[in-house]
């Protein structure tokens, strides 16, 4: 089985910066998508940024966050990472990475963290 550890979320004042890190460890061929979400309090779970390997690293980010995220993963290591500045309030949620992964056992499967929060006071 393959494991997604998150870590770097918190408090922040607005306008500041944080930087979330997804460790993902265990059954791992290869990483053939990964992405971050986020989910604020009685709202639905939200795309906030994703990249795809499979197409080429195409890398798609939600409106909301234009500009002020940016996903990344560290060559050689299956870590990946989304920078935010300029953050808003708005921005409060648990945050959740995601990885679409292809097992040496052959499956691929889709593994999620179990979150992280972050809140930005105004």
């Known amino acids: 089985q393959v494991q997604l550890v998150e870590s770097g979320g918190g408090l922040v004042a607005a306008g500041g910066s944080l930087s979330l890190s997804c460790a993902a460890s265990?059954?791992?061929?290869?990483?053939?998508?990964m992405g971050w979400y986020r989910q604020a309090p009685a709202k639905q779970r939200e795309l906030v940024a994703s990249i795809t390997y499979t197409s080429g690293g195409r890398i798609i980010y939600a409106d909301s966050v234009k500009g002020r995220f940016t996903i990344s993963k560290d060559n050689g290591k299956n870590t990946f990472t989304l920078q935010m500045n300029s953050l808003k309030p708005e921005d409060t949620a648990v945050y959740f990475c995601t990885a679409r992964v292809l097992l040496r056992t052959g499956p691929t499967n889709d593994y999620w963290g179990q979150g992280t929060q972050v809140t930005v006071s105004s």
């Open positions: 265990g059954n791992i061929f290869s990483i053939d998508a």
